[in-house]
């Protein structure tokens, strides 16, 4: 099994629709993180969190929201889905920071907004 | 704006070459460096990190870093068509973990 599991894998939704991506892990680690990509712009961080009650934006905030329901668990909401935010989403994990803790990615969640 | 910058390539080399993929970074405070690979439509995965100057050697993977001239590179040796992928150049600052990544390197080898 994954040590890092995004729900769902893919997901085609339409414009201003509500819609939640799912992350949990079993690493056991505090620190985790949402992650877009999008062609010829790499990864871009949308949020992060280094415990329950720790939520801080990223670089590409706007447009999403997230909620870190446990330890384990870490989710990423877009509250009216827009074309522009069709991308591959992915959420990752870290025990702490340094080059000895590095991400954990999941498998990724493909985004389609039509 | 902390920037992280890789040629977007594909770089071809022959199988049994030597692969060496570069990265530039922007900001002098940067504290870790790690490469990671991703094959088209899956997640990354961590190959290496480096955090002093010098060479880092782990198989046939070597990372080399220069702080002074704000550049990490990654040579691959023997490469393998199973190395073709885009190799992601991920610079850290601070304490916070977060990442800054290149845009990606894709390397094909050829048969």
């Known amino acids: 099994d994954a040590d890092v599991t995004q729900t769902p894998r893919n997901r085609i939704t339409k414009t201003g629709k509500r819609i939640m991506l799912e992350c949990s892990q079993t690493?056991?680690?505090?620190?985790m993180y949402w992650y877009r990509q999008d062609p010829g712009l790499g990864l871009r961080l949308i949020y992060y969190s280094f415990d329950v009650k720790d939520i801080n934006k990223g670089e590409i905030s706007d447009g999403y929201s997230v909620s870190r329901q446990a330890q384990a668990k870490f989710s990423l909401s877009l509250e009216s889905a827009i074309p522009n935010q069709t991308a591959l989403y992915f959420c990752?994990?870290?025990?702490?920071?340094?080059?000895?803790?590095?991400?954990?990615f999941g498998n990724g969640t493909r985004l389609t907004v039509t | 704006q902390k920037e992280v910058e890789q040629n977007s390539g594909p770089l071809s080399v022959p199988e049994g070459a030597i692969a060496s993929l570069n990265c530039t970074y922007s900001d002098r405070v940067s504290q870790s460096f790690f490469w990671y690979r991703q094959y088209s439509g899956k997640s990354p995965e961590l190959i290496m990190s480096i955090y002093s100057n010098g060479d880092k050697e782990d198989g046939r993977f070597t990372a080399q870093l220069n702080k002074a001239s704000q550049y990490v590179s990654l040579l691959i040796r023997d490469s393998q068509p199973s190395d073709s992928a885009t190799y992601l150049c991920?610079?850290?600052?601070?304490?916070?973990?977060?990442?800054?990544f290149g845009t990606g390197t894709r390397l094909q080898v050829t048969l």
């Open positions: 991920a610079v850290s600052y601070g304490t916070a973990s977060k990442l800054t």
């Open positions: 990752a994990t870290s025990a702490g920071f340094g080059y000895n803790s590095p991400l954990h």
């Open positions: 690493k056991g680690h505090d620190r």
